[in-house]
């Protein structure tokens, strides 16, 4: 039934066209690229890796309750967009961030002290995952939810490598910039030793390898995995500059 759904959706879609005057019939013609159904996954994939950075960490850590409830919301709203065939695509992707939301509101609301439990507590929708891929449903959320999982335990791996375990363990127990700016500088110090820079590099070119080898799949679900994937690259970046200025 869902299959014959997305297939319904599918066949009555059409392309995404910008009808203005252009000065250059290249200029519309990298907007129908852009517009493309495939590359507003990729874009949409992009922006839910960010949104926990920006709106549910500091919500997490002052409501976490309200968080997780929030995850029972974007499972409604999940369900109620792939009732329909027009919207059945964001509502598939929907349901992999909410498995992903679920995860940060466990974690970050009562678990962040531990980062043992870090991985474990992000793989909590692998099965779900797994499973529904078995049955080839929901493949754009799930292949979403892999990669941002796969992005995660690479940022993870770093941490371990470069030993900055320690400072993890200290940042998420202060209250005040002011207290966390010596623990960031000296996490800075760490990375920027040569066994730091050069696992940086490394696992920078598997992320990049792996996202832009996805594309390649041409496939909406393809684009929604490697839009999570190159977009850990960016949330580590702003981690990084944040570092860096402190």
């Known amino acids: 039934m869902v299959n014959n759904t997305l297939s319904s959706y599918v066949a009555s879609t059409t392309t995404i066209q910008r009808t203005q005057p252009t000065k250059s019939a290249n200029v519309g013609l990298l907007w129908k690229v852009a517009l493309q159904p495939a590359w507003l996954v990729f874009a949409a994939a992009v922006f839910l890796v960010s949104v926990p950075?920006?709106?549910?960490?500091?919500?997490?850590r002052s409501l976490p309750w309200l968080s997780l409830a929030l995850t029972a919301g974007w499972i409604w709203l999940s369900f109620k967009l792939m009732s329909h065939s027009s919207t059945y695509v964001w509502g598939d992707l929907l349901l992999g961030f909410s498995w992903s939301w679920l995860a940060g509101s466990i974690y970050w609301g009562w678990l962040r002290w531990e980062p043992?439990?870090?991985?474990?507590?992000?793989?909590?929708?692998?099965?779900?995952?797994?499973?529904?891929?078995?049955?080839n449903w929901g493949k754009i959320g799930n292949w979403f939810y892999l990669g941002s999982l796969f992005g995660t335990v690479l940022t993870d791996v770093y941490f371990y490598l470069v030993d900055l375990i320690p400072y993890w363990r200290q940042i998420v127990r202060v209250e005040s910039t002011l207290e966390a700016t010596p623990i960031?500088?000296?996490?800075?110090?760490?990375?920027?030793?040569?066994?730091?820079?050069?696992?940086?590099?490394t696992l920078a070119i598997v992320l990049l390898t792996v996202g832009l080898l996805s594309l390649s799949g041409k496939q909406r679900h393809w684009y929604a995995f490697s839009g999570a994937v190159l977009s850990t690259i960016l949330v580590d970046c702003l981690f990084l500059l944040a570092a860096v200025f402190a």
Not at 53 to 60: Q, R, T
Not at 116 to 135: D, K, N, T
């Open 53 to 60: 950075v920006f709106i549910e960490a500091p919500l997490v």
């Open 184 to 201: 960031l500088q000296s996490a800075l110090t760490q990375v920027q030793t040569p066994w730091g820079q050069a696992w940086a590099l």
């Open 116 to 135: 043992l439990w870090h991985l474990p507590v992000e793989c909590i929708g692998l099965p779900f995952a797994l499973w529904c891929l078995s049955r």
